[in-house]
């Protein structure tokens, strides 16, 4: 089972994945460019008076959903007829989607999760568009094909959302996520017959999923049914925690934990290691500020916690009524802690904080792992129950590790390992005798051995050292610079860890250069390293990239007119912001799914949970702060701008469409230089999750090749 260990909602953060879209049109890469006209978008003159600026919104109507206005469809089908046309005369978008495809052909395991004596996880045999869920019985059984979603839909755009098996291994609750959507539908499977049994679940989204320890039931969170028409823009508001029985209808199911007087709180559920509560974490944003309460399973009124809202409180384990955290109260890089549900005020501390970053922690048997940032490269370490050292768990090289989860009573885990270069492989740990051994390990069609990753430290703006991940092809020459992409994310405590990506190897592979910048307002260096880049310093994240380019050009491994950027979500917000701000310093811009109006943002969906970060735009001090930077409202006419593509997803519903149509008409309508301002919208696709293998590839060869057209990367 995964660790037991609960943050904010997962979903509610923003995702770092840029959406993956497919488009038919193929022509020979031979074929002349067209001359760029862009289609006509209706102007507007809408104007939001607030706090004395007269603020226009000119393109407020494209706010509208694609799937009710057909006004928008209309534009959006426009758009990307124009933007089809362009992108099939690129002479590298073949190249690369034919060195993604051979980069993605390998099986890839994900993290087992043991119930009774069964074994749980995903694989896919390197092309499926969706991972298949497999089950073993026994630790070296025979895998059987549990649940194969790619038979779901034609598209392949219907996915495997969550899944946890009962204690037993006898059922196994998961859900479906259909074309990109934060919505779930929630089933249940009999494991021995592979057949669902009649439950079924409906308006679930942000939410744990958590058996009673006896599988008769489980507990999941919701939202009200949404109005006909809304439900992929309406605010998300009065989540609720509930317990299903199985065998019974969703009407019948029992409410355990509602705020109504407190409508923006959202709450996730999980039972504890030893089955006697269940412990509920709310919180109001992406912030980790929670509060905890604890609902006795065999009754008696529900005990507060913690509910001052200011801290990280992550649960770990439990013996009896003494609880074990990770929290940021009093660590700004974390620590462990415990406390009796009596006097919960009442800290003891575990594991104290210290200069690497915990990250998370959890039980197996009787040990604690604990997971560490050290300059944002994954660190392991074995303690037991009260906090003294055992041994840390060797790591294969510089990259990412996750996992660890467990149960009490079994010394058994996995954790997976990757890198920029090397895929992910899986690990099982015996935490008596501290050995790994491989359970799953990609055989590959290429050697990462040809490939370098080196780790590098520039000086920001105000002198803050930042880390950065430069990865090439060994034996490149770097005399003269090469194209480079730069990535960035910069928000919401999400850490930028080195993971493998079979299109950014691609771009390498064909003589690019990638790098990460470990900017502010990610978790990197915890809670100050966050703070260091929100609200009124989020200048400090735009600084920080900008300083990045400059290093980069500086060190002489990219040249002007060499540079490409790409962020994904908030980091599509980043990649907006530098351009106007810098537009000079860079040769092509891929801002993904991107936060581009930032006075609007909170009115729609999930972005009401993002003001932990940017601030409330109906405050007058959040209200400047957001309009100085907002991508859409600092478009200026007059300068030479990058090549821009812009994407997104007409099912996002996260981060709403309208932002990236309505940055998109405005740059297009600015005059900004004869670049190509461009967007592609994906049908049947949302924010990030889900995404089919073919429409990843399809996306971002699409992508690689606009930037290789702009930077000079020769891929023909």
């Known amino acids: 089972m995964p660790p037991k260990t609960l943050r904010a909602p997962l979903a509610l953060a923003l995702l770092m994945i840029a959406p993956a879209t497919a488009h038919a049109a193929d022509a020979a890469a ?160 009999d494991v021995a017959s592979g057949q669902d049994i009649s ?4 308006w679930v989204k942000f939410s744990s999923l958590d058996w009673a320890k006896d599988g008769s039931g489980f507990y999941y969170s919701r939202f009200p049914e949404p109005k006909e028409g809304q439900a992929f823009q309406s605010l998300n508001e009065n989540h609720a925690v509930y317990f299903h029985k199985l065998g019974t209808p969703q009407t019948a199911d029992v409410l355990i934990h509602a705020t109504p007087d407190k409508p923006k709180l959202n709450h996730a559920a999980v039972v504890t290691d030893d089955g006697k509560y269940l412990l509920v974490v709310s919180s109001e944003g992406t912030d980790e500020r929670f509060g905890l309460t604890l609902h006795p399973l065999k009754g008696g009124k529900a005990i507060p916690l913690v509910d001052d809202y200011a801290n990280n409180w992550e649960y770990v384990t439990n013996e009896g009524t003494r609880f074990t955290f990770v929290t940021n109260k009093g660590a700004p890089r974390q620590r462990i802690v415990s406390f009796d549900i009596k006097k919960p005020s ?47 768990i060797k790591l294969a090289d510089i990259g990412s590790a996750t996992g660890f989860g467990g149960k009490s009573a079994d010394p058994e885990t996995f954790y997976s390992f990757a890198s920029y270069a090397t895929p992910t492989t899986i690990y099982r740990l015996d935490t008596v005798t501290g050995k790994s051994e491989i359970f799953a390990q990609p055989k590959l069609t290429f050697d990462p051995r040809q490939f370098s990753v080196e ?31 730069l990535y960035g994310y910069g928000g919401f405590n999400l850490s930028q860890v080195p993971g493998f990506s079979p299109t950014k190897l691609a771009w390498v592979d064909k003589g690019g250069i990638f790098v990460v910048a470990n900017i502010r307002g990610g978790g990197e260096y915890g809670k100050a390293w966050h703070d260091a880049g929100r609200l009124d310093k989020k200048q400090n994240v735009f600084d920080d990239f900008i300083a990045a380019g400059e290093y980069l050009m500086a060190e002489g491994i990219t040249g002007k007119g060499q540079l490409a950027i790409e962020g994904g979500s908030n980091g599509g917000l980043l990649v907006g912001a530098v351009v106007n701000q810098r537009p000079d310093l860079f040769a092509a811009a891929l801002p993904a799914v991107g936060v581009m109006d930032m006075l609007r943002f909170d009115r729609f969906t999930a972005g009401r949970y993002w003001v932990d970060d940017y601030g409330y735009p109906s405050k007058e001090a959040d209200f400047r702060s957001l309009l100085a930077y907002s991508p859409y409202h600092n478009i200026r006419g007059g300068k030479a701008y990058p090549a821009v593509l812009v994407t997104t997803a007409d099912t996002d519903d996260r981060v709403v469409p309208g932002h990236s149509f309505k940055y998109t008409a405005e740059l297009q309508h600015a005059d900004v230089g004869s670049k190509p301002h461009l967007i592609r919208i994906e049908t049947r696709a949302g924010h990030g999750s889900g995404k089919p293998t073919d429409k990843i590839i399809a996306e971002a060869a699409d992508k690689y090749a606009f930037a290789a057209k702009w930077t000079g990367l020769s891929v023909e």
Do not use: C, H
């Not at 007269?54 to 057909?70: F, G, I, K, M, S």
């Not at 039980?363 to 074995?382: H, P, Q, T, W």
């Open 199 to 202: 439950d079924e679940i409906r």
């Open 346 to 392: 009442a800290l003891t501390e575990v594991v104290g904080e210290n200069e690497a970053t915990l990250v998370g922690a959890s039980r197996v048997g009787n040990r604690l792992i604990l997971s560490y940032l050290g300059d944002a490269k994954s660190e392991a370490r074995m303690v037991a129950l009260d906090g003294k050292p055992i041994a840390n």
């Open 455 to 485: 780790q590098r430290f520039f000086k920001s703006k105000d002198g803050t050292e930042v880390p950065m991940f430069v990865v090439m092809k060994k034996g490149l020459d770097r005399s003269k610079g090469s194209p480079t992409l």
């Open 30 to 189: 031979s074929a002349p460019a067209p001359a760029l006209v862009y289609p006509a978008t209706e102007r507007g003159n809408t104007i939001d008076p607030q706090f004395g600026v007269d603020v226009a919104d000119p393109y407020r109507w494209l706010e509208d959903d694609v799937r009710v206005n057909p006004k928008v469809a209309a534009w959006v089908a426009d758009q990307n007829k124009v933007t089809d046309a362009y992108l099939a005369t690129l002479p590298g978008r073949e190249a690369f989607r034919k060195r993604m495809t051979e980069l993605y052909n390998y099986e890839r395991f994900g993290l087992p999760r043991k119930a009774g004596t069964r074994y749980f996880y995903t694989r896919n045999d390197g092309l499926q568009p969706q991972a298949v869920l497999y089950v073993r019985e026994g630790l070296y059984g025979e895998g059987r094909v549990l649940i194969d979603p790619n038979g779901w839909a034609r598209d392949g755009a219907t996915a495997l959302g969550e899944w946890n098996p009962s204690e037993d291994g006898k059922y196994l609750l998961y859900s479906v996520q259909d074309g990109g959507t934060d919505w779930r539908i929630v089933r249940v499977k």
